[in-house]
């Protein structure tokens, strides 16, 4: 503006420097229009992106919400391989150590612990009229090591607990699940769980 009033030789020089400018910056745009027009489309694209991965991880926190972990679950007569299912969920969860409580255990019992992860340790209580033999143990043990049984008849419910902190307080045997009606509960109280340790360990003691 201050170069189109004034008219001295500055000014007109600046006045001619301004148009070279707008010319060339025309020029440019001219020239690059295929270019811009790529970075519009990529800019477009990631949006579109975006909003399509938004509303994919909103889709999966919705089914994670609906879909927690219930606490009880019952099982009526007959829901075999249901109920099978799910003690092999739940033998999965665990990543060091699980600890059986089950006065019944044979070979069936061992059908479903052998489905958990590798190193994983187990420990089962159980009485000594027991049908799994001596020989099961070691069979098992060749391929899906360690399996460990110590006897008592203090505990007459049946519990699944898993790295000595989640714990599962299960209505019939594991052989038996599923041929009559039962219940899985978990337990929610983090003493209950460190009575039950305990007492083993005064078993095991004695």
Known sequence: MLASVLHSEVAVNVSIGIMRAFVEMRRFVANNAMMFERISTVELRQLQYQEQTDAKLEQIF????EHEESAQKVFF?????DAFS???SLIQKASKEIT???GYVDVGTLNLLCKKNEGVSVSI??????RLSDTDIKTFNAQ????RVKYTK???DRFLILDRKTAYHIGASLKDAGKKCFAINLLQDDGVIRDILQRLQLETEE
């Open 62 to 65: 919705d089914y994670i919400s």
């Open 77 to 81: 007569d007959g829901q075999i391989y």
């Open 86 to 88: 799910l003690l092999i």
């Open 100 to 102: 059986l409580i089950d």
């Open 125 to 130: 209580y159980t009485h000594e009229k027991t």
């Open 144 to 147: 899906y090591p360690s399996l």
């Open 154 to 156: 203090v505990f007459h």
